[in-house]
């Protein structure tokens, strides 16, 4: 026979009834609430809307700080320059000397004859429009050989001449499975001073 416990029954019984009190509670309308849970609400709507306002204004101040350390860096850096200005670009360019037209024609055909390059028509012009530093003589060729060996003459040329720079490159396969291609290519090549 089971003994039966009254304090355990009475105590599960209690326990329910005050879940039942407080989910009526509950669903009282507020309007029917007492003064003192109004008082509460209020209280806590206005923490809530404080601690909001307040982490919002945290987040635009370090927004704001974060701004003007950059303005700040930014400043001191324009100020830095504004005190030891950067050298003249002219002066930084490796100018060739008038003569390097001759040199570079000669070596198109030897690079182009070393590398199986064979060469076309050349057309040279001078660029009006420079700057009075210097000239720029401008080069459109036409080549045609294996894209590897090409590549390779003109990383020679390059690499022989800083002042000669590649402005456009173009380059079309002789058939669709061959690996001869037909280059255009236009350089400018940067003198000293005018002629």
Do not use: C
Not at 60 to 81: C, G, I, N
Not at 147 to 162: C, D, F, V
Not at 163 to 179: I, K, M
């Amino acid at each position: 026979m089971k003994a039966f416990s009254s304090t355990g029954a009475l105590g599960r019984l209690g326990s329910r009834g005050l879940t039942r009190d407080f989910r009526a509670r509950l669903e009282v309308p507020p309007s029917l609430w007492p003064m003192a849970w109004h008082a509460t609400a209020v209280v806590a709507l206005l923490i809530a809307l404080s601690i909001a306002g307040y982490l919002v204004h945290r987040s635009h101040r370090m927004q704001y700080l974060q701004a003007m350390d950059t303005l700040k860096s930014a400043q001191q850096d324009l100020e830095r320059l504004r005190q030891s200005p950067p050298a003249d670009p002219i002066s930084s360019i490796r100018l060739a000397e008038a003569s390097t037209v001759d040199d570079i024609l000669r070596d198109f055909g030897e690079f182009g004859k070393a590398n199986a390059v064979t060469m076309g028509a050349v057309t040279i012009e001078r660029d009006v429009e420079a700057a009075p530093e210097f000239n720029q003589i401008r080069i459109t060729a036409k080549a045609s050989g294996e894209y590897i060996r090409l590549k390779s003459w003109l990383t020679e040329l390059l690499a022989r001449y800083p002042s000669l720079v590649l402005s456009t490159l173009s380059l079309r396969r002789t058939a669709p499975d061959s690996s001869q291609v037909e280059a255009t290519l236009s350089l400018s090549l940067y003198l000293k001073g005018r002629r």
